[in-house]
Structures are given as structure tokens and as C-alpha cells.
């Protein structure tokens, strides 16, 4: 399988009269074949009104023909790890193992939307029955259910080339929904974006599913995504970025005749309390996860811990002293992109000139996409006084917040922007686990997933996963996730069908519950059927 550089757009490709790019080796510091044109707006147009056309027939398909669809995907990916691998390899700079994992972790994603969508359960259908005598007002019967949006828009990711790009989580949550995708793959792996979305074609037309099911669209600045977030038969967008992007497409669909949501995750600085007794127990298998976590990946997790706070003592200073000369002696390793890199090493900079601050741990990087950890620390009324503290830097750094007591963390985690996630490390022998009640509730109110006695790298797909949290870690306020059956609600709406015949309705709102769905009626869960 090689890319040739050309948009997928339903089953054919766009011209070339875009703006060229190539790919880039961020471990030699090379670009190489092939070009790549950037879709015009004539593709753009294209690709949403095939995507429209396909919506209503997509709307129809039962859960078991979506399931069908993204199985297939699935096994095409898992026909072709190698190749897929070997070119994210050369465009990512990331190691083989790592790339293997994710495109089994993307598959596995695939797979447990599919089986969600033809359990159907996540619908919510419910019924009221009609109570026609019912005084002083008759009921009439009406039942609702949650249906596909229509088209939805995905922007690929930098840091993930599978698992959050063409064929990721958003892309396979819209499709189990019953939604249409156009992906706007991510110029920092566009070969390795190209034969993912060949083999989501093979699947489509394998299914026998309409032309407009997917497409996917190069681009070599912005103008693709703005194009397709504005264009109005798209529906809904879903995006893993910076906060700029994710605001700056936020703006564009509030500001549309029609606006439309935007999922956007975009920054997070995954704050770890660690307490006393924590430390006491277990401080030297505290460094090592510490830097595990905070090192995968070139820091380049959306999940990556950003801030570490504890009290002052000298059980406390000696484990930092440890954690950072292990930092130290962590080699340098590629980052994603050239502009991750140089963002990377103006962030660093401009926070070791903040007040207050000082440089914790550094170790040395020379490579051309090259970063290596780079840690600062500050006391704890330093940061309660600077905003500019609480950002988050993408790569491999890190801030360590020195508070004088229990008392100060809790102001520490009273004053903490919105995150994906929050770590609590504390002593598993005595009182201190019982203790954190307070500390808990803050954390609550400030991420969508709390990690106690571990770290908040890596993300379980499951059906109980949440991935997402307050602004600014999502731009809907942590009411969805991007992670888990639950991200299927993001693309479907409430309908409810009042008096209708049995032959207009849904089958999944039918009284003789064909699709045997559990289903709430008049007010019970059951999968009888009704009357």
C-alpha cells in the first residue's frame, strides 16, 4: 500500500489544484513522496453533498448493518498493521510497539461502537402508551428516541495518527450513530491518513453502504477545516487540538445562520496531588510511575500530568530530587511535528522567565524535532497569583507546586482551570485515604475523570470510560466524552413521534419491540412488548 496524495472523496478523489505539501520525518528532519494537494472548495462542496445525500439512507440503517460496516473496517486495519505501521513510523517518529498498540486500540474502538449500535440500548427509546380516557385530558401516546445528527466533520489529531484520526474514536462513534463522516486528515501524517481512509472506503463499498459514507479531505494551512465547519449541510464537528483551534472552530459554527456543536478537547493539565503518606510509603515507586507518565509518548498525551502538587517536607524534597535527576537522564526523542517542537521550546522559555519559578529538571535535546524534559517548580502562592501558570505546555514538562499544608492544596485545587483528568496519590495505611473527602469534591468539579493511587496516561475504551471535562480540557463544558459508548450521544438528537401508526415508526419504537431493545415504557425498563 502506498499513498498517492489525492482526497478521497465518496468513491472517487479531488483533483490536484490545491496548495502542495509532504510528509515529515520529524527523526531525520526530511520530507519525502508523495505531494499532497490540498482539497479545493469545489471538494469541499462535493464531499458534503454526497455526505447529505447519504444521511437519510445512513439514518435507516439498523444497529446490526453499522455494526456490519465497522467490523469490516476494523478487520482491513488489522489486515494491514504492517504497512499502516511502517508509514506512521516514517511520519510520526514514533516506535513500532507504540503504533501496533494503537491501531489495535483503535480497532478494539471500532468493534465496541459497532456491538453498542446493534445492542441499541444507547438510544434511550421510551414509550408512553395512550390513556384516552385519562381526566380532565386524554394522554396520547408518544415515544421518543435519539437519532443521527447527519453529517459530521472530524479533524484527525497530530499526536495520535490512528486512534483519534481518520478511523479514531470520533470517526467511529459517528458512524454507530448512523452519521456520515468527512475527516479532514492532519498534514502530520497524511500518507498514513490516506491508507486508513482506503480502507475505510473498501469497507463501504464491501457493505454495500452509499457513496457519500466517508471522504476524507487534505489540507495544507486551515482554510479545509473552516470550509467544512461553515458549510452548511454539515452538522456537527468533532476536533483534538490546542485550545486556539478548538475555539477558533467553536466561533466559526456559533457564528453560522445555523450553529451547529463542536467537540473539541483541547487543554489539559491533568493536575497530581500526591500526599504525605503517599510519599512515606512508597516514594521510590512514586518517581518511577511519575516519569513513566510523564515522559510517554514525548509528553505528548492529552492526558500527560502537567502539575504536581504537595506539601513541603523532607521526604517530599528528596523524592522531586529523585524524580528530577531521572528526568535529567532522559534522553531526547522526536516529537511529532516541527511546530510542536518550536511551540514546545517557546512555552518552556517564556515560563522560566515567569516570576517565582525556577528550573526543577532539564535534560539536553539536539535533535531536529528533538525535545527531552524540561520540569519548573514554584511555590503555591507563586501560582495562585499567576494565571499564566495554570496553561498547559504540550510535550514533556511539567510544574511542581510547593504548598505549606493540606490547607494550600485545597486553594490550589479550588483555583484549577478545567481538566480531562485529576490524580490523587495519597497512603494507603492509616487515616490520610479517609481524609480526602474535601479534596475529592474539588476535583469532581474540575475534571471528568479522577485517578486515585495511579496516573492519568492512558485511556480505557469501555463503556464506562469519560473523556472529557470542564473548559477548557472540552469546549462543551465536560457534558460529552470522546472515549466510551457514551460518545455515540454526541452525534444524535431526541425526536419523539406523538400518535403515530405503527408502520411510520421506528422499529425501535415499534409495540412489538422487533429489535428486542430494552426500553423504558410508561416509566419502566423492559424488553416486552407493549400491549
Known sequence: MKPDGGSLIGFGSSGLGGATFQAFDPARGVSFEPLFSSATNEDVDRAAKLAAAAAPLWAKLSGAQRNQFLRAVADNLEAKTGDLVARAMLETGLPEARLKGEVARTCGQLRLYGETAERGDWLDARIETALPDRKPLPKPDHRSMLRPLGPVVVFGSS????AYSVAGGDTASAFAAGCPVIVKAHPAHPGTSELVGRLILHAVRD????????????????????????HPLVKAVGFTGSVKGGRALSDLASARPEPIPVYAEMGSINPVFILPGAIAERSAALVDGLHASATLGVGQFCTNPGLIALQRSAAAEELIKNLAAKLAATPEAPMLTAGIQKNFSAHTAARARQPGVKLAAHAKASGPCGAAPIWFETDAMEFLGNPALSQEIFGPSSLIVWCANGAEMLTVARQLEGSLTATLLVGTIGTELSEQAALVDLLAAKAGRLVLNGYPT?????????????????????????????????????VCYQSFSEQLLPSELQSANPLGLLRMVNGQWTRDKVG
Do not use: I, K
Not at 210 to 220: I, R, V, W
Not at 221 to 229: C, E, K, P, R
Not at 461 to 490: E, F, K
Open 458 to 494: 492512558g485511556v480505557e475504551v469501555s463503556h464506562a470510560m469519560v473523556h472529557g471535562g470542564p473548559y477548557p480540557s472540552t469546549s462543551d463544558g465536560g457534558r460529552s466524552t470522546s472515549v466510551g459508548t457514551r460518545a455515540l450521544y454526541r452525534w444524535a438528537r431526541l
Open 207 to 230: 457493505c454495500g453502504l452509499p457513496e457519500g459514507t466517508f471522504s476524507l479531505l487534505f489540507d495544507a494551512g486551515f482554510s479545509v477545516g473552516q470550509a467544512l465547519v461553515t
Open 159 to 162: 499526536n495520535f495518527p490512528f
